[in-house]
C-alpha cells in the first residue's frame, strides 16, 4: 500500500511516499481503506519534536490519528462492524500504532464508529479527536441546561465544536476570537463573539454574566491565557484546558475554588485503557450531527496524500480556517 512516511524528526523533516505491506488483521481489530485524514496540532508537533515527546513513533513512522473510511477486514471477536461499513475514529499516528496517512489503517474497533450519514468523508475524517475533546472536556465540567460558558478559541478545531455540543447542551455560549472572519463563524454556529485583541475581560464578563463571572470556561489557548480563563471564570467555575504545557500561578484559581480540568484525550491509545468510551462518544457525536446539532468546519483549502507535507504546513502556517483535511 501506499504510505506518506518519515525517516526522521524535526520542523524540516519531510513525508516520503513509500510502499508498504498493508497491515493484516488482528483480532478485535478491523482494517479500513483510509479515504480521508484530517491534521491536528499534536501530528505537527510528532513531526517537529520527535523523541521530545514521549507518545512519538519509531522510525520510519506513518502518522495521522483522525481518519473516515470503509472497512476492508474483520477480526474475530468483532461483531458491531462488518466489511462495506463506513466509519471513522481516532486509532492510531502515535506509540506503536500505525496512523492514517496510507492507504489502509489497522483499528481497534472499541476506537472506532459508524461515521454520521449526513457527511462526506472528508468531513468525517475532521471530527473524531477535536470531538471527543470536547466531549470529554464539557462532560467533565457538567454543562448543563442555562449556564454560561465561554470558549477561548471559539473558531478553532476544538473551539467550534465546543461551542455547537455546549449550545446543545442548553448553555449560554460565548467564544473569543480576533478578526472578521472568525468573528462570522463564531456567531454563526450560534455564539456571542468577544475580539480578544480589543475586547476587556471586565467588560465582558459584566455584559454576558452580569458580573458573575461565566460557570464553565473551556481555554483551548493555554499557556498566558489561562490567566485571562480565571479572570473571566465565576466563583466555583469550572475551567476545562486541552492545552496545560506550562507552568502558571493558580492563586487566581484558588481564591475563586476553580476546579480545572485538563483533557488528554490520547490516553486510551497511550495505554489501552477504557478504549471503548471513545467508540461510544463518537457514535452519540454521529447521532447528533445527523441531527443536525453539530457541523465540522473544514479549511477551504484541499489536499491529496501526496501532499501531506502541504497540509502540515498549511495548518502550522496559521491561515488555516477550520480542520485541515487529507483525502487519500
Known amino acids: 500500500m501506499k504510505t506518506m512516511t518519515l525517516t526522521a524528526y524535526g520542523p524540516d523533516a519531510a513525508f516520503t511516499e513509500t510502499d508498504t505491506p498493508r497491515p493484516k488483521i488482528t483480532p478485535g481489530h478491523v482494517v479500513v481503506r483510509i479515504k480521508a485524514t484530517s491534521v491536528n496540532t499534536i501530528d505537527t508537533m510528532i513531526r517537529d519534536l ?41 486509532a492510531g499516528g502515535l506509540a506503536d500504532l500505525q496512523g492514517a496517512l496510507a492507504e489502509y489503517m489497522l483499528a481497534d474497533a472499541r476506537l472506532i464508529a459508524k461515521k454520521p450519514r449526513s457527511l462526506t468523508m472528508r468531513e468525517a475524517a475532521a471530527l473524531p479527536l477535536v470531538g471527543i475533546t470536547t466531549w470529554e472536556g464539557l462532560d467533565r465540567a457538567g454543562v448543563s441546561d442555562g449556564q454560561s460558558v465561554l470558549v477561548q478559541g471559539g473558531a478553532g478545531g476544538v473551539g467550534h465544536l465546543a461551542v455547537q455540543i455546549a449550545r446543545h447542551l442548553g448553555a449560554r455560549v460565548s467564544a473569543t476570537g480576533t478578526g472578521a472572519e472568525q468573528m462570522r463563524v463564531i456567531a454563526d454556529f450560534g455564539a456571542t463573539p468577544i475580539d480578544f485583541k480589543t475586547a476587556q475581560i471586565d467588560d465582558y464578563v459584566a455584559e454576558q454574566t452580569g458580573g458573575a463571572g461565566f460557570d464553565v470556561v473551556f481555554d483551548t489557548v493555554g499557556g498566558a491565557n489561562m490567566t485571562n480563563s480565571f479572570a473571566a471564570a465565576g466563583l466555583n467555575a469550572h475551567v476545562v484546558t486541552t492545552v496545560a504545557l506550562s507552568e502558571i500561578d493558580l492563586s487566581p484559581a484558588h481564591f475563586k475554588g476553580l476546579s480545572l480540568h485538563i483533557v488528554f484525550m490520547l490516553l486510551p491509545m497511550l495505554h489501552d485503557v477504557n478504549r471503548a468510551a471513545h467508540g461510544q462518544i463518537l457514535a452519540r457525536l ?25 497540509a502540515y504546513a498549511r495548518l502550522q502556517g496559521g491561515a488555516a480556517l477550520g480542520k485541515v483535511v487529507v483525502e487519500v
Open 286 to 310: 454521529a447521532e447528533w450531527v445527523d441531527a443536525g446539532a453539530v457541523k465540522p468546519l473544514l479549511d477551504s483549502e484541499r489536499f491529496g496524500l501526496s501532499d501531506a507535507g502541504a
Open 50 to 90: 520527535g523523541s521530545d515527546l514521549p507518545l512519538s513513533p519509531a522510525l520510519p513512522a506513518v502518522l495521522g490519528m483522525d481518519f473516515a473510511g470503509v472497512i476492508e477486514e474483520v477480526g474475530t471477536g468483532v461483531s458491531e462492524f462488518a466489511v462495506g461499513d463506513e466509519v471513522y475514529g481516532c
